[in-house]
């Protein structure tokens, strides 16, 4: 297939859909429960409830919503650092759109923004590099988050910077990588998953190989998969393949565009920027070992953890956020008791509900939204905060129903 809309024919979709059916059936576990596939990215999640997916699969599959949202991993305590930078006085602060609307404990780096720090919007970190250059009197920092998949281009940034002693760039690392926190995932006792849907971005630069413990140490399926509805369906076929025939195995969907051995030249240019922390907080999943990234010492000029005070504080999240049991798999978006109400698009108290990649928010821009329920929970919610209770109560009861739109919005 060569065109965008052969990836969503409506009729390869049900063919699939029918084989997918034909091999639960044949599937034992899946006549005692649900098979709970986790699909690690948050852009398949967004493919998932913008085309129904869902909703064209047997009721003994289920979707389980990965951590592979870098916005919606970040701490709250990082973005407070981020806030912290962007409103001294000397510095430029730059970022991606997402990030600006993150809530910290005390506010967003949009709130600040407003409140008259210099925040600027970019589309890549070399946006920023050229900021540096034409504002040579002020000190212009990138905010760099991502997987394996945004790294890259910040390093080849870095290498610019330093090959053009530009001296006033800096980078805040909140680079993040993949594997540990799968591992992490699968070392969690609150989940039995029984295969993977592996991210296709990260997966282009790092290849294929690095999942082979996932298939040899934790006996667990595994598909590199594409973004489009036609991928998401072919790489959930190829999961339950694997299982009805007793296999576990690394396999790529997503063949034309993810390599076995990945991108050499982006993982040469990480190598020389980056080295691996030895630990990073996670928002909902906590500190884990050996996933993140910072700046190697030979550019230390360029990190902006060394060249300013970062306060560098941990910050619970608000009681009411259930953003880590979300990222964990525990519970699905709609089953948080402030979705829709405390915590909207407009309005987020947790990163999943800003981030374009977010659980939260997929299930929010692309579901059936009760909306008059939704108003009903508001209502209680301010009377309730008017009469001094908790403005997060609620029960499961009252949650909202959610199902997907097919088609998109």
């Not at 986790?38 to 493919?47: Q, S």
Request: with cysteine; glycine share 8%.
């Amino acid at each position: 297939m060569k065109y965008v809309d052969e990836f969503r024919d409506p009729e390869k979709a049900k063919t699939l859909a029918r084989e997918i059916r034909a091999l639960v059936s044949r599937i034992e576990r899946a006549k005692q429960r649900p098979l709970q596939i986790m699909e690690v990215c948050g852009g398949h999640t967004h493919t998932i409830f913008r085309y129904g997916i869902q909703q064209l699969l047997p009721d003994a599959v289920e979707f389980v919503h990965g951590p592979g949202c870098p916005v919606c991993v970040l701490p709250m305590g990082r973005v407070d650092d981020c806030v912290a930078l962007a409103e001294r006085p000397e510095v430029i602060f730059t970022t991606f759109g997402d990030a600006m609307r993150v809530p910290g404990s005390k506010k967003s780096l949009l709130k600040a923004k407003a409140d008259g720090a210099d925040v600027r919007m970019v589309y890549s970190p070399l946006d920023a590099l050229k900021i540096a250059q034409l504002n040579p009197q002020r000190e212009v920092i990138f905010f760099g988050l991502g997987f394996e998949t945004t790294m890259p281009s910040t390093a080849m940034t870095v290498l610019q910077a330093h090959a053009r002693k530009v001296t006033n760039f800096s980078l805040f690392c909140n680079h993040i990588t993949i594997i540990p926190t799968v591992k992490a995932i699968l070392d969690s006792p609150d989940l039995h998953l029984d295969g993977f849907l592996g991210p296709g971005h990260v997966s282009m630069v790092i290849g294929t190989r690095p999942y082979d413990f996932i298939a040899r140490h934790y006996r667990k399926p595994i598909t590199v998969a594409g973004f489009e509805p036609l991928d998401v369906l072919q790489s959930m076929w190829m999961v339950l393949k694997q299982i009805a025939d007793g296999r576990c195995e690394v396999e790529n969907q997503y063949g034309r565009i993810v390599p076995e051995d990945g991108n050499a030249q982006a993982l040469s240019a990480v190598t020389r920027v980056f080295e691996t922390r030895e630990f990073f907080e996670w928002r909902g999943l906590g500190s884990i070992d050996h996933s993140g990234v910072r700046m190697r010492e030979a550019f230390a000029g360029f990190d902006a953890e060394r060249k300013f005070a970062v306060p560098n504080v941990k910050i619970a999240d608000p009681k009411a956020c259930q953003c880590g049991e979300v990222l964990k798999g525990v519970i699905k978006p709609h089953q948080c008791k402030v979705f829709g109400t405390a915590c909207t698009p407009e309005s987020p108290l947790g990163s999943l509900m800003v981030s374009s990649e977010g659980a939260c928010a997929a299930y929010y821009n692309y579901g059936r939204i009760d909306t008059s329920r939704i108003d009903e929970r508001r209502e209680a919610r301010q009377a309730a905060v008017q009469g001094g209770a908790c403005p997060g109560a609620g029960s499961r009861a009252d949650v909202v129903g959610v199902s997907a739109v097919r088609g998109g919005p």
